[in-house]
T-cell receptor, first 111, second 119 residues
């Protein structure tokens, strides 16, 4: 089955700096790669996603890149703000729509 | 106007009891899911139903039984609760996407979660 690895497990950045979170996946048939943000005590919410026919996608301060050959994808957050502090999950989906999540990374943005 | 709702929000019970969690979505999605999030925040799929049919059934103890009376509802019944069942359970829903003859992925909308504590 699919295995999604996410690293690092924690990340601390200064407000205004950029943050990069990397994930790898194992199933070459995976074709959909969402990123979810979960604030403390809240539900996971989609912040950006990318499909396998696209290499990069951007939405304001966040962007995602996908390297299908290497089977890895990354989340980039620029100009970080304290409200970006949360747990971020990468995930991948294969043919059966089963979403496999990485273990999550806790991002802390220091004011 | 709530998209995905779950009840109850908190559930505290004794070992050995049987309990149910209910989930409803009003997004018109055809696929619903149950996830378990443990104390280390790891999110793991348990079950998925597409048009009331079970399509994903992970290695979950058979004490857990999902039931989908219709596309908008997916309930989770747990028998003989154990300490290790303590977790946050999230319901989610999405459209099931078929592209080029294969299934794929679409945004999954999560419910607010049910925090289950087994004493």
């Amino acid at each position: 089955g699919e295995n999604v690895e996410q690293h690092p497990s924690t990340l601390s950045v200064q407000e205004g700096d950029s943050a990069v979170i990397k994930c790898t996946y194992s199933d070459s048939a995976s074709n959909y790669f969402p990123w979810y943000k979960q604030e403390l005590g809240k539900r996971p919410q989609l912040i950006i996603d990318i499909r396998s026919n696209v290499g990069e996608k951007k939405d304001q301060r966040i962007a995602v890149t996908l390297n299908k050959t290497a089977k890895h994808f990354s989340l980039h957050i620029t100009e970080t703000q304290p409200e970006d502090s949360a747990v971020y999950f990468c995930a991948s989906t294969g043919a059966n729509s089963k979403l496999t999540f990485g273990k999550g990374i806790t991002l802390s943005v220091r004011p | 106007d709530t998209a995905v709702s779950q009840t109850p929000k908190y559930l505290v019970t004794q070992m050995g009891n049987d309990k149910s969690i209910k989930c409803e979505q009003n997004l018109g999605h055809d696929t619903m899911y149950w996830y378990k999030q443990d104390s280390k925040k790891f999110l793991k799929i348990m079950f998925s139903y597409n048009n009331k049919e079970l399509i994903i059934n992970e290695t979950v103890p058979n004490r857990f039984s999902p039931k989908s009376p219709d596309k908008a509802h997916l309930n989770l019944h747990i028998n003989s609760l154990e300490l290790g069942d303590s977790a946050v359970y999230f319901c989610a829903s999405s459209h099931f996407r078929l592209a080029g003859g294969r299934g794929g992925g679409n945004e999954q909308f999560f419910g607010p979660g049910t925090r289950l504590t087994v004493l």
